[in-house]
């Protein structure tokens, strides 16, 4: 890989790293990242002369989200949606674009396919504490009721790297383990249960994969998976004692989230916004088929759920034009029905895909192999992202979505080059 490439990949993977949730006194900033971005894709498509995927998956995922992009385009000049409205909500999905074809024509170097991993690794634990002080020093919320404030999108990214870093590629073993308390740490100051639920998914995933291997033909859980439930178990505990060590209320809030009468506000917003987006593709005549277009807005009826209300902010809105909080929905409402449906069948169909691979690398043992760890890197980042998209939108920050394009595009550049057995 080139001196010229490498720098021009750590760049457009760096250059969100210190995005923030908001607008304060940051507008300036983000059309500096973004022009970053949108400088160092252009260069490095030009350097690779705007090849793009022609094997039928890889380019169906391409051309499908290009299509998309182009529908909710569309349906937001339909429904003279204002163009700051529109800007912010198809930009992710434009860097999840950009995200895949990054990784998939860089990632078909080994090199450079550790180049992409090596600077993931760095731009996830930047924003990690970057927005760790940006919740603290900005939004002014204390200490006992920040929550989500305080949490970067990319803490998936970074507990997937850490992760396999320390019980399977036996990489920067001390380093990893504080890392992963502190992430823990604020994961349970902030008291939300989307990570947790996340990472969950991701490790049911990679069980049943081995357990369907096992099947077919027995083998014992390697140690790395035992090293890891274990270890890991007790990282995520020594994490909630801190917190609870800082903060002397965080049981309380957790259990009042997870037992108490706040239980289920969480499910019933996300349902209340889904109720919103159906009413509004309703109310036209073809919004159904067509979408309503990105940026365009919807009523959030969360008085039909009186239960809720007590939770939440005395001025919330009754109208909204946030993507929601639940990714699937996402699709059909921008871009209708059709369109919507395809990508959903598409991101269905990567996850089976993925899976596959998955399956191939848990019998071939290739987490011992230094050469496989952007592909590991890549599914198990592409399953966390995934997971996280039944309780939140992880297509609606920028970083997040840049990252799942490049976890997606990583997989499809690496698992054509290595040796997979039929599954």
Request: charge should be positive; charged fraction near 10%; include cysteine.
């Amino acid at each position: 890989m080139s001196v010229f490439r490498r720098i021009f990949a750590a760049i457009f993977v760096l250059s969100f790293a210190l995005d923030f949730k908001g607008n304060v006194g940051g507008t300036v900033i983000q059309f500096v990242m973004a022009g970053l971005n949108a400088f160092a894709f252009i260069l490095l498509a030009a350097s690779y002369r705007f090849r793009s995927p022609r094997s039928l998956l890889p380019a169906t995922v391409l051309w499908g989200w290009l299509i998309f992009v182009i529908t909710g385009t569309m349906g937001a000049l339909a429904n003279f949606v204002p163009l700051s409205s529109y800007v912010r909500i198809v930009y992710p999905f434009v860097l999840f674009i950009e995200g895949y074809m990054v990784a998939w024509w860089i990632g078909k170097s080994n090199n450079g396919s550790q180049v992409l991993v090596s600077t993931i690794y760095t731009a996830s634990a930047i924003s990690l504490f970057f927005t760790l002080m940006w919740g603290f020093a900005f939004t002014g919320i204390s200490v006992t009721d920040i929550r989500y404030q305080i949490l970067s999108p990319l803490i998936p990214m970074l507990i997937v790297v850490l992760a396999y870093d320390l019980f399977f590629a036996q990489r920067r073993k001390l380093i990893s383990l504080l890392m992963l308390v502190f992430i823990f740490y604020i994961i349970a100051l902030s008291v939300t249960r989307g990570m947790i639920l996340a990472l969950m998914f991701l490790l049911l995933t990679v069980l049943l994969g081995w357990l369907q291997n096992a099947l077919a033909r027995p083998v014992a859980l390697p140690r790395s998976f035992i090293r890891f439930l274990i270890i890991g178990s007790f990282t995520i505990l020594c994490g909630l004692a801190s917190a609870t060590y800082v903060v002397r209320s965080v049981i309380v809030r957790w259990s009042n989230r997870s037992f108490g009468a706040g239980e289920y506000v969480t499910l019933w917003t996300r349902i209340a916004a889904v109720l919103g987006q159906y009413q509004a593709m309703m109310s036209s005549k073809y919004g159904w088929i067509l979408g309503q277009g990105f940026g365009s807005s919807y009523p959030w009826p969360v008085w039909k759920f009186p239960w809720i209300l007590p939770y939440l902010n005395k001025n919330f809105l009754t109208d909204a034009s946030f993507p929601g909080e639940f990714m699937w929905m996402s699709f059909i409402y921008y871009g209708g029905v059709i369109v919507g449906f395809i990508i959903i069948v598409l991101l269905l169909t990567t996850f089976r895909y993925c899976y596959r691979i998955l399956r191939s690398q848990l019998k071939q043992k290739t987490w011992l192999q230094a050469s496989a760890r952007p592909l590991w890197i890549g599914l198990l980042g592409y399953f966390a992202f995934i997971g996280l998209g039944f309780t939140s939108d992880p297509l609606g920050a920028r970083n997040a979505s840049l990252f799942m394009g490049l976890c997606l595009g990583l997989v499809f550049a690496r698992g054509r080059l290595i040796t997979k057995e039929r599954t």
